[in-house]
T-cell receptor, first 110, second 114 residues
Framework: EDKVVQSPLSLVVHEGDTVTLNCSYE??????LLWYKQEKKAPTFLFMLTSSGIEKKSGRLSSILDKKELFSILNITATQTGDSAVYLCAVGGGADGLTFGKGTHLIIQP | KAGVTQTPRYLIKTRGQQVTLSCSPI?????VSWYQQTPGQGLQFLFE???????NKGNFPGRFSGRQFSNSRSEMNVSTLELGDSALYLC?????????????FGPGTRLTVL
């Protein structure tokens, strides 16, 4: 059975801090790993990673994939209160479409 | 481009009834996936349709079914509703199959079963 585990489950930091969110996975026929941000609505797409060691970057967010160790990290630098959300990791490739982790609930305090 | 749209946005049903939810993907997208999101289980994959064919199916009972039309619009049906079916049902579309490309989610349908 495909499995995606995110850690930590929740995180509270102060504005300006840097955070690292983790995602480990076990799936058959890996094709891609995706990160989403979910506020009080549907998830919004952040990154898709398919190759090891190549960092994807968008503003203060960046992510990298390690296909040997089967994990990915999502970094957010200089956090702002608007970064408060649930961050979801999903892995695609098995027969079950996309498998999602339970998410990391990130709270940024002013 | 218009985003993914889902109708209805909110729905209240009673146990034993059946329900049909609708999803219109982004124009040009051929893949539509359905997910159930609950506080306890998180996002769980229901099924994926591509070019009117079911390509993948999650671990849900046969009461959950779907279909896709030639214009890529998709419907999901749940028969004999149970209390545990109360959830946010999300649909997502992409150009290719879900696992190979980023998906874009609709706003969801909030289903409450009484």
């Amino acid at each position: 059975e495909d499995k995606v585990v995110q850690s930590p489950l929740s995180l509270v930091v102060h504005e300006g801090d840097t955070v690292t969110l983790n995602c480990s996975y076990e799936v058959t026929n890996f094709r891609s790993l995706l990160w989403y941000k979910q506020e009080k609505k549907a998830p919004t797409f952040l990154f898709m990673l398919t190759s090891s060691g190549i960092e994807k970057k968008s503003g203060r967010l960046s992510s990298i994939l390690d296909k040997k160790e089967l994990f990915s990290i999502l970094n957010i630098t200089a956090t702002q209160t608007g970064d408060s959300a649930v961050y979801l990791c999903a892995v695609g490739g098995g027969a079950d479409g996309l498998t999602f982790g339970k998410g990391t609930h990130l709270i940024i305090q002013p | 481009k218009a985003g993914v749209t889902q109708t209805p946005r909110y729905l209240i049903k009673t146990r034993g009834q059946q329900v049909t939810l609708s999803c219109s993907p982004i124009s040009g997208h051929r893949s539509v996936s359905w997910y159930q999101q609950t506080p306890g289980q998180g996002l769980q994959f229901l099924f994926e349709y591509f070019s009117e064919t079911q390509r993948n199916k999650g671990n849900f009972p046969g009461r959950f079914s779907g279909r896709q039309f030639s214009n890529s619009r998709s419907e999901m049906n749940v028969s004999t509703l149970e209390l545990g079916d109360s959830a946010l049902y999300l649909c997502a579309s992409s150009h290719g199959l879900a696992g190979g490309i980023g998906q874009f989610f609709g706003p969801g349908t909030r289903l409450t079963v009484l």
